[in-house]
């Protein structure tokens, strides 16, 4: 039998076997229960016996300090202390706060028994060793309770960054900075923030002490939140804004130009974690004395891999944590408002588990999360989670990639707990009323006088693929799109939004807001590939005018105010004149589409009619899906007090191939030309026909032309209105 190597013997005060303290440090959000689905690893746990070492247990972890237990059998055992073993496997670093079996600490152990025998985050990393310990028990069955962590395999290296208005920011002249005054005096730090961290330590203060003498400039920093010890990946940094740009001073256990750190205990909490100390010269920021320059403009970070939480704030106030390991949404927060959850958009496909390995990269100054791929069902899936600062929502884009050379189908479940509570009551769906269907695209639930209303709109209109099932049962809730179909080489996107409100009216009337994508920001971030992708919602409708022009049109971007925005019409535009001062909206019929629709200022090269004003420019679209020689008719609906008495158009017609000027007015014989009603312009049609500047009857017809006023007709010219 091996010998149990490096006893440590610590006298515990009390019993025998002193009961486990009653601190409990968790580092997870409030609420938030262990899932087997996001642990990064696990113990293994062995007990001794004569035959060697038996696996006798299993504690999965995750990235987060709480408490783990497993029952275990130590029948047979007939040694005395009982020994047992906790080995890692699986994830990246890992720490052990306490051990306990049926609440007893353990009277041996082959590390510093004090660090093990109560819960104050005063932790032992374990990785790469296995811990023993002995405890003075009988055989039986017995609880093991270990509180812990294990770390994911790759961890995002983002710091914090003080002022904490620099997260997720890179430091620039225009950052943020503290001043520092010179020969200051004083014991008073020069700043303490709140570090509240997403990586699961612990979560506190970051203090930092800046001092100077005629040489030197001193800085101390105690980051607290670093409860661990990881190395060279640990560090700080000063920041000093100087004439000629940011200096950088960084101090790691293998940077020491500038100081040096230390893993130690300081009043400030009772674990140990890291404190950096810094000597940086005064020439070094061209100061040949103290006297030559009062302040200094000075910014600092800590990266421990404690690093900070996912914490967003939009325009209304509400802030969003979202856990930095698979996008879901932890408890919103507005005004003492809150919105306690369990498994927040939690995402699977297949039923397997969006998250675990998933790391992140931040974009947008924070505001939006770009989650790595992991593979399930085939397919690669990834997760970007976006919340504007210029309107309130959260937004979800589950993006879904076929690496393969064969189509992949599989479904696609969001589902989630809006509360723990029973008090979580269904106010209003998309249908007007309160009962749940699965032709519904948001409903708003709200719930007692502290907890949020909130809207959850998963579907846009006219979106290709819907959702074929949701369901609520009290505050928990799920919605599916099945048989998602993704083709060999492709990538669809499933997009939803949620929005937290204080009253469940605002929060409906957010839903239709962004149900309606009336919302300009909604797509913000989003490049032109991204909204082609999007199954569910109509982003992109081919017509050449961007989303966000033709929201921009009268009647919250339904210009031909038909109750339907005109971005979800394939047979409908809103364009901005060439001068942008006003609009113009085109319809065609419903049974055709609209393409290559564009504004422009009348070509002085091509020699337009010296009689006819042309204030509103030159459109031209192409009319698609007409019957080979068919007729079909477009409407341009300009601004109101806009009164044309013409329309010109400029291209070949059948008595004349070349591109020239041409009224287009409506003439019987041919049954083409435009009928004028004030500011109102029908425009009849024919395949291959006079108006087509193609001249080919192909089902096809390409129409540039211009609305114009004559100067001889004494008539007023256009009036120029105001953007709407």
């Not at 005395?80 to 699986?90: M, N, Q």
């Not at 009988?138 to 609880?143: F, I, K, L, N, V």
């Amino acid at each position: 039998m091996k010998q149990f190597f490096a006893w440590v013997l610590v006298l515990v005060l009390g019993a025998a076997a002193g009961a486990l303290a009653a601190v409990n440090p968790d580092t997870a959000p409030s609420g938030m229960a262990f899932d087997s689905n996001r642990a990064n690893g696990a113990y293994i746990v062995s007990v001794l016996k004569n035959s060697g070492w038996q696996e006798v247990g299993r504690l999965d972890m995750d990235r987060f300090f709480r408490q783990r237990d497993v029952e275990i059998d130590l029948s047979g055992v007939v040694a005395s202390p009982v020994r047992l073993r906790l080995e890692k496997t699986g994830g990246g670093a890992a720490h052990v706060d306490s051990v306990a079996l049926d609440g007893q600490v353990p009277v041996k152990a082959n590390t510093d028994l004090g660090k093990i025998v109560k819960r104050d985050l005063d932790a032992i990393g374990v990785e790469g060793h296995a811990l023993e310990m002995a405890f003075q028990v009988s055989p039986g069955t017995h609880t093991l309770q270990v509180a812990g962590r294990i770390e994911a395999e790759t961890i995002p290296e983002y710091p914090f960054l003080f002022p904490l208005s620099n997260l997720f920011k890179e430091m620039t002249p225009e950052s943020d900075f503290y001043t520092y005054s010179l020969n200051s005096k004083g014991e008073a730090p020069l700043f303490k923030a709140f570090s509240l961290c997403g990586s699961g330590h612990p979560s506190g203060y970051t203090y930092g002490w800046v001092s100077n003498d005629e040489k030197n400039l001193y800085v101390k920093m105690d980051f607290t939140p670093d409860n661990t010890m990881d190395g060279g990946k640990d560090y700080t940094a000063v920041f000093v804004k100087t004439k000629t740009g940011v200096r950088r001073f960084k101090v790691s256990e293998e940077e020491r130009q500038w100081g040096a750190p230390e893993f130690t205990y300081t009043d400030k909490v009772d674990y140990q974690h890291k404190v950096y100390s810094f000597v940086i010269p005064l020439s070094d920021l061209g100061i040949a004395s103290p006297k030559e320059r009062k302040d200094l403009q000075m910014a600092f970070a800590a990266y421990g891999t404690a690093m900070p939480a996912l914490n967003v704030t939009d325009s209304a106030g509400v802030t969003y944590p979202v856990y930095s390991y698979d996008g879901m949404l932890d408890s919103p927060m507005k005004d003492g408002f809150f919105q306690p959850r369990a498994n927040f958009y939690a995402l699977e496909v297949n039923a397997e588990r969006y998250g675990s390995s998933a790391s992140y990269a931040v974009e947008d100054s924070g505001r939006e999360v770009d989650f790595s791929a992991v593979s399930l069902g085939g397919l690669q899936v990834k997760r970007k989670v976006y919340v504007p600062e210029e309107s309130n929502f959260i937004r979800y884009l589950n993006i879904l990639s076929n690496p393969s050379g064969d189509a992949i189908t599989v479904d696609v479940k969001v589902s989630g707990a809006l509360s723990a509570l029973s008090s979580i009551q269904l106010y209003q769906t998309s249908s007007g009323d309160a009962v749940l269907a699965p032709e519904d695209s948001w409903m708003v639930t709200h719930g007692d006088s502290t907890i949020l209303a909130f809207a959850n709109i998963w579907d846009g209109p006219s979106g290709d693929d819907t959702i074929d099932s949701v369901n609520r049962v009290e505050g928990d809730f799920d919605w599916t799109w099945e048989s998602v179909t993704v083709p060999a080489g492709e990538t669809v996107i499933y997009m939803f939004f949620g929005v937290p409100q204080v009253d469940k009216e605002t929060a409906a009337a957010r839903a239709v807001a962004i149900g309606g994508l009336s919302d300009s920001s909604m797509l913000s971030g989003m490049s032109e590939e991204e909204k082609r992708q999007v199954r569910n919602w109509v982003l992109v409708d081919d017509d050449g005018i961007s989303l966000g022009e033709e929201n921009g049109a009268p009647n919250g971007g339904d210009g031909n105010n038909d109750g339907v925005p005109d971005s979800f019409q394939n047979h409908v535009t809103s364009m901005k004149t060439h001068d942008g001062a006003s609009y113009v909206t085109v319809v065609a019929s419903e049974s055709t589409t609209l393409s290559a629709c564009a504004a422009a200022p009348v070509a002085a090269e091509n020699n337009p009619p010296s009689a006819v004003d042309f204030d509103h420019g030159s459109f031209s679209f192409t009319v698609n899906g007409v019957a080979a020689g068919g007729k079909t008719e477009v409407t341009l609906t300009l601004s109101e007090g806009v009164a044309p008495d013409t329309y010109y158009k400029y291209g070949p017609t059948p008595e004349n191939a070349e591109d020239h000027w041409y009224e287009f007015l409506y003439d019987e014989t041919t049954e083409t030309g435009a009928k004028i009603n004030g500011n109102v312009i029908t425009l009849y049609l024919v395949d291959g026909e006079r108006g087509d500047a193609d001249l080919t009857a192909n089902g096809v017809i390409v129409d540039p032309g211009a609305p114009g006023v004559k100067k001889s007709s004494g008539g007023g010219c256009f009036v120029k209105t105001a953007t709407p």
